[in-house]
């Protein structure tokens, strides 16, 4: 079946523009993460939805970013005044249950 | 602080023999552990889950788990090149809340 979709793949964006990123998880996965991969680092986990709710917004860096699911599907990360420091891949990921999450192909964000 | 610890490596292994990938976690409350793949410029696949002290096989990929000793390995039998990528260790307390801490990984290089 289809995996998780992410779009767009690139994104290049000057400093201080805002930017939509979108996540369409598995059908059926009620669960849906957001997590940022910088070059050289670790995953860092930003914000989880259960439906469409999301019950703790505190992993998100910092109040530039914010994040939405609606219908308990598609959801978007979107970051206001972009700055260098946002520049990462930005991963999506879905599970049935809290467990096995399955990501999707990332949104590589370059900020200049 | 939750922590999930890897060497970074690079680890070099010769094709046809047994990789070891190790991984030690710091919280205790942790449930559910996987290994993911991650090809260079790829988003992270998931290989291995393993939920309970002991071990679990699954094909060439054996997953082990020592709660005891808050310590998760992957071995992979019959290496071959298509293995070589960066492994991430993951691990899970449950609530969802928190999503899934990585680990930095290891490189893993098999040599023909």
């Known amino acids: 079946g289809a995996g998780v979709s992410q779009s767009p793949s690139n994104k290049v964006t000057e400093k201080g523009k805002d930017v939509e990123l979108r996540c369409d998880p598995i059908s059926g996965h009620t669960a849906l993460y957001w997590y940022r991969q910088s070059l050289g680092q670790g995953l860092e986990f930003l914000i989880y939805f259960q439906g469409n709710s999301a019950p703790d917004k505190s992993g998100l860096p910092s109040d530039r970013f914010s994040a939405e699911r609606t219908g308990g599907s598609v959801s978007t990360l979107t970051i206001q005044r972009t700055q260098q420091e946002d520049s990462a891949v930005y991963l999506c990921?879905?599970?049935?249950?809290?467990?096995?999450?399955?990501f999707g192909p990332g949104t590589r964000l370059t900020v200049t | 602080q939750k922590e999930v610890e890897q060497n970074s490596g690079p680890l070099s292994v010769p094709e046809g023999a047994i990789a070891s990938l190790n991984c030690t976690y710091s919280d205790r409350v942790s449930q559910s552990f996987f290994w993911y793949r991650q090809y260079s410029g790829k988003s992270p696949e998931l290989i291995m889950s393993?939920?309970?002290?002991g071990d679990k096989e699954d094909g060439r990929f054996t997953a082990q788990l020592n709660k005891a000793s808050q310590y998760v390995s992957l071995l992979i039998r019959d290496s071959q090149p298509s293995d070589s990528a960066t492994y991430l260790c993951a691990a899970y307390s449950g609530g969802g809340a928190d999503g899934l801490t990585f680990g930095k990984g290891t490189h893993l290089i098999i040599q023909p």
């Open positions: 393993i939920y309970s002290n």
């Open positions: 990921a879905s599970s049935l249950v809290s467990a096995e999450q399955y």
